[in-house]
């Protein structure tokens, strides 16, 4: 199984940047896809963009102009860059690590960490 632990959310100022960090453990090898979503009180979650273990990125087309992710595999470590953040970019952000079919398991979910845009 995949652990994963996320850090680096705050309080920031509108127009301001944050990078937040999703570090995985366990089973890493069994890691095929990096996820990131978030979710805001009172809505669904909503998908960021993913990484896969190549290191090929894709985001929802809201996000491209501000967000980005990359990962560090010497660190097992993937990454959620965001620029002029606004207050809506307030939320839980979620990272998940989607498993390759053939290692048979469910996909691990991180606790979360929480966003505060201040305007």
């Known amino acids: 199984q995949v652990q994963l632990l996320e850090s680096g959310g705050g309080v920031v100022q509108a127009g301001g940047s944050l990078k937040l960090s999703c570090a995985a453990s366990?089973?890493?090898?069994?890691?095929?896809?990096m996820v990131w979503f978030r979710q805001a009180p009172g809505k669904e979650r909503e998908l960021i963009g993913a990484?896969?273990?190549?290191?090929?990125?894709n985001l929802e087309k809201s996000m491209w102009a501000r967000f980005s992710i990359s990962r560090d595999d010497a660190k097992n470590t993937a990454y959620l860059q965001m620029i002029g953040l606004k207050p809506e970019d307030s939320a839980v952000y979620y990272c998940?690590?989607?498993?390759?079919?053939?290692?048979?398991?469910?996909?691990?979910w991180g606790q979360g960490t929480q966003v505060t845009v201040s305007s």
């Open positions: 998940y690590a989607e498993p390759f079919p053939s290692c048979g398991t469910t996909g691990s």
């Open positions: 366990g089973d890493i090898s069994c890691i095929s896809t």
């Open positions: 990484i896969t273990v190549r290191g090929a990125s």
